[in-house]
Structures are given as structure tokens and as C-alpha cells.
């Protein structure tokens, strides 16, 4: 039922309401996306991620999603993604899982495989792929993996086709990855199937010419991810959220996979045990020639979400330029999607979620910790008082100047 959000009562609007998926309640709707920070070393947790993730739970969020988290060394996007490939990573995972939980969010993560997009530099460093200077500066490039010798865009390393083997025990290290994951206490595992990563280029036909098993028709191309799905929900039980980003059209000009596709590979994900499918976009090539990227604006995934929703028995998740509390509760209540996860607007404004509050529900400090809301609630009144005097900050300054 759509709900009119103009008139609807603010104690009830979409986004403060919360969705059980499976054992685990999300308190409200609205989340943070994964955001890689190039922070780690070997892939190990530092300081800079508990105190990055903390203030996000601290300011709210129903859901904290821990960045792309690779399953593999080779499957890093750069040297300083975080890792999950050893058993050694799992207790900083846990530090991290431990206290988004303390703090009222539902601890997530996102495991990834860069595959043929993997071993380059940070974004910072135009994110171009490992050269010799890296090598000579202590950072080598590696030999990168896809599913066909097919590089991802011009002067970009061709990567190494793997072989059926090789596909299998990829298919364990990603099962190995979810454990560690589950171990560690994460209650929500998304697979990063987008942007051109090793999932979404075995599905995509501009980087998968495979002729086996593992290619060609459409459920050749699916293959690899639903084994994937389906050693990851064996991996980690009926408990714990799976979710899969999608990369809703391949947005290439010649070929390529589009919205109609990516709703039937849905149906297929959410029958092997997938329970949300997160709606992105592009990147199944570099090639800026080729490339017609959906045109960013507010909420410029919505439609695909919608389609995706409308189509298939999944909960489904929308990202994509959501910054206003009014924006991102008409999005669930029109049915565009159930969870909205915001990124860049988190990094601006981590208290997001408790201003959405305020601006949506009249909810001063009442869901802040206390700690914050004790102090702010005095404060507001001191502001609302010298607002009615009309006293400014420089009114003390203006007294000795004269002005």
C-alpha cells in the first residue's frame, strides 16, 4: 500500500519502522553502505576502522555495513583493503562487529573479489591500475583473475582466465570468508556482485566469452554466482542475512546486461538464499568510449530498486545520491525499495539518522545515546532563548568594536 507522506502521522513514517529478515531485526530502514577506506595492512582491522564504523552506529543507523572485505589477497582491490582469507583477521572483525552491536545497529558486512579490476592504486591516486613505480615504492601489482583473458579496459592487465578448478576453490574461499564472518558475529553478509568485480563479470556477456560450463547462455553466465550463494548459505545457516549488490545494468553502449536481465538473475539469487538485493550500477568495463553510466542524480538507482522489488520475493535495498530524510522515507513508502543505504552522505553527516528524526518525527535527542543527548537537549534551549533575543555569536565581539 502506498502511503501518502504528507499526511501520514510523522510517529509512523516508513523509514522508523523496522524489518525482520530472518532472525535479525533491523531497527529502522535506513543504513550505511559499504565504503572502501584503503586503510587496512594485510588486510587486518586498525584503529582508523572502529572509530570510521562506531560513530555511524553512534549516530543511528539501523544498519553499519563494513566495506568490500576481501575473500582473497588477489581478490583486494588495492594493497590496503581489508581481508577475511585468514583465520587471523577474525578478531578484529569481531572488535568491530562487537561494537556497532553495542551501540544498536545490526553489525554488516560486505565480502568481495575485485577480480579483473583488482591491484590497483587508491581512488586519491586515480585508482589506475599497479605499475613498476608501485613495485619500487613496496607496492607490486599481482596477476589478476576474471573469468575470460579479457582486461577491463584499455592498458589495464589482462587477466588470467580461471579454470574450472580454480572456480571451485574460489567457490570455498568465499564460503571460508562468510564463516569468518558469521564467527566474528556479523548478522548480515552481502556479496559484492557489481561494478565489475569477479561475480558480475562471470554474469555480464562483455567479460564473460567463456564456451564451457561456466559461460555462454544466461545460466551458464549465473552459474558461478549461485554456487557461490548457495556454499555461502550452507556456510552460514538460516540465521544470518545474505544480501547480493547488483550492478542493475551493465550501462555499455554495445551488449551488455540490462535492468529485465538483472531482475531474472534476482529470482535465481533469492531462490539460492539470497534474502536482499542492494540495486548499484556499471562498471563492467573502464573503457569510458564504451561506458553510458546511468546519469547520477537523486536517487538514481530508485527505478532499477523499484523493477527489482515489483519482480522478485526479495527485500531490496537502494543507494545512490539519498540525502534527505523526506527523499528516503517516501522511497519505502512508494515501494522503491525496503532499506535505503546512504555512503558519502554518512561520511558528511553521521548523525543522519537521528537529524531525520528531528526533521521527520519531531524527535529531538530522545534516540540519541545518552551521553550526547543529555548535554544537546540544554543546548537547543540555550540556542532557541538567544534566538528570541536576537543575540548572534558576534554580538559579543560587536559590543567592543563598535560595529
Not at 572502501?36 to 552506529?57: E, I, N, P, T
Not at 582469507?85 to 561494537?99: C, N
Not at 536481465?261 to 539470497?274: K, L, M, P, T, Y
Request: proline share 5%; aromatic share 8%.
Amino acid at each position: 500500500m502506498t502511503i501518502d507522506a504528507r499526511t501520514a502521522n510523522p510517529e509512523e513514517r516508513a523509514l522508523f519502522t523496522p524489518l525482520t529478515i530472518r532472525g535479525t531485526t533491523l531497527p529502522l530502514r535506513a543504513g550505511v553502505s559499504p565504503m572502501c577506506m584503503y586503510a587496512a595492512v594485510d588486510g587486518f582491522v586498525s584503529d582508523f576502522h572502529l572509530a570510521h564504523l562506531g560513530r555511524f552506529a553512534l549516530g543511528g543507523a539501523g544498519l553499519v555495513i563494513v566495506e568490500a572485505t576481501a575473500i582473497e589477497p588477489r581478490g583486494r582491490i588495492s594493497h590496503f583493503d581489508l581481508g577475511l582469507w585468514d583465520d587471523a583477521h577474525v578478531e578484529g572483525m569481531t572488535r568491530i562487529a562487537s561494537l556497532l552491536d553495542a551501540h544498536g545497529s545490526v553489525p554488516g558486512i560486505q565480502l568481495g573479489h575485485a577480480g579483473r579490476r583488482a591491484s590497483v592504486r587508491e581512488p586519491w591516486h586515480a585508482g589506475a591500475p599497479l605499475d613498476e613505480t608501485d613495485a619500487l615504492a613496496g607496492n607490486p601489482p599481482w596477476q589478476t583473475v576474471g573469468p575470460s583473458a579479457l582486461p577491463a579496459g584499455p592498458n589495464w592487465p589482462v587477466p588470467h582466465e580461471l579454470s574450472e578448478a580454480e572456480i571451485a576453490e574460489s567457490v570455498a574461499q568465499w564460503a571460508a570468508a562468510a564463516r569468518r564472518a558469521a564467527e566474528a558475529g556479523f548478522r548480515y553478509i552481502e556479496l559484492h556482485g557489481a561494478h565489475g568485480y569477479l561475480l558480475h563479470s562471470f554474469l555480464s556477456p562483455i567479460s564473460n566469452t567463456r564456451t564451457d560450463g561456466y559461460g555462454g547462455d544466461t545460466a551458464g553466465r549465473m552459474r558461478y554466482p549461485l554456487e557461490v550463494i548457495r556454499a555461502i548459505r550452507e556456510a552460514i545457516g538460516d540465521e544470518i542475512i545474505l544480501a547480493y549488490r547488483v550492478s542493475s545494468v551493465d550501462g555499455v553502449l554495445d551488449g551488455g546486461l540490462g535492468i529485465e536481465d538483472i531482475v531474472e538473475f534476482s529470482r535465481h539469487a533469492n531462490a539460492a538464499g539470497v534474502d536482499v538485493i542492494d540495486t548499484s550500477s556499471g562498471g563492467i568495463t573502464t573503457d569510458r568510449s564504451s561506458d553510458t553510466r546511468v546519469r547520477r542524480g537523486f536517487g538514481f538507482h530508485a527505478d532499477f530498486a523499484r523493477a527489482i522489488k515489483a519482480e522478485t520475493d526479495a527485500v531490496v535495498a537502494c543507494v545512490g545520491f539519498i540525502v534527505d530524510p523526506e527523499q528516503a522515507s517516501r522511497m519505502i513508502e512508494d515501494q522503491d525499495a525496503d532499506i535505503v543505504l546512504l555512503g558519502r552522505e554518512m561520511l558528511d553527516n553521521p548523525n543522519w539518522v537521528h537529524h531525520a528524526r528531528r526533521a521527520l518525527a519531531a524527535d529531538e535527542f530522545d534516540h540519541w545515546d545518552i551521553r550526547f543527548g543529555s548535554a544537546l537537549g540544554p543546548r537547543l534551549s540555550t540556542l532557541q532563548r538567544l534566538a528570541e533575543s536576537e543575540e548572534t555569536p558576534l554580538t559579543r565581539f560587536e559590543q567592543y568594536t563598535g560595529a
